[in-house]
Each structure stands twice: as C-alpha cells, then as structure tokens.
Nanobody, 123 residues
Framework: QVQQEESGGGLVPGGGSLRLSCAAS????????MGWFRQAPGKERRFVAT????????YYADSVKGRFTISRDNAKNTVYLQMNSLSPEDTAVYFC????????????????WGQGTQVTVSS
C-alpha cells in the first residue's frame, strides 16, 4: 500500500519561509517523478513544482519560480519543497504526488497523492 505523508505546513507571516516534506512508502521511490500541487479555498488544484526520479531535472510554475525549490532524498524516500518569500497568495493546502512517468505538471498523470498539509501566509 502506497502512503505519502506531507508535513511542515503551518502559519507564517508574509515574507517568511517554510519547508514542506513528503515521506513516501510502499513504492520504489527512486523510480518515481515527484510533484507538489496546491489548492486554495474555492479554487482548483494547481501545479507547483516537479522533480525527476534522479533529482537532475526540475520544473516550476511561473508563480513560484525563484522562490520555491523542490528537492528529494532517495535514501530517505522523501521529497521537499523549500518555500521562501511567501505571500498570502501562497495560502493553500499543499499536496505531494508520485508519477511513474516522466516529468509532468499535469495532475492526472500522477498515480499517488498525499492527504495534504495546510500552509497559511498572513498579510
């Protein structure tokens, strides 16, 4: 059974930083593309960042480029999202996801999802 558990969310003032983690089990983590998505209240889920199985390739949504960094530690079966210069517009539930295929920003191409962690940025 595949499980993915996000952690690291919370309340942070505007301009602050948070580091999200997603620990995965039940899958061969090092062979999966990993991604982060977010869903703000009343809005659809949107792509944030993705990283290849080796960590050698990454891709970001324009809205977070230069502020967020995705990384992974295959020895720990964990993917991270370092978020800097946070603004209230970044407030959302953040989900990690695993895909068998190549790097992708399309949610439907991800096979497994975590339950999400809430990030709230105050103004």
């Amino acid at each position: 059974q595949v499980q993915q558990e996000e952690s690291g969310g919370g309340l942070v003032p505007g301009g602050g930083s948070l580091r999200l983690s997603c620990a995965a089990s039940g899958l061969t983590f090092s062979t999966y593309t990993m991604g982060w998505f977010r869903q703000a209240p009343g809005k659809e889920r949107r792509f944030v960042a993705t990283i290849s199985w080796s960590g050698g390739s990454t891709y970001y949504a324009d809205s977070v480029k230069g502020r967020f960094t995705i990384s992974r530690d295959n020895a720990k079966n964990t993917v991270y999202l370092q978020m800097n210069s946070l603004s209230p517009e970044d407030t959302a539930v953040y989900f990690c996801a695993a895909a068998r295929g190549v790097l992708t920003r399309t949610g439907v191409e991800y096979d497994y999802w975590g339950q999400g962690t809430q990030v709230t940025v105050s103004s």
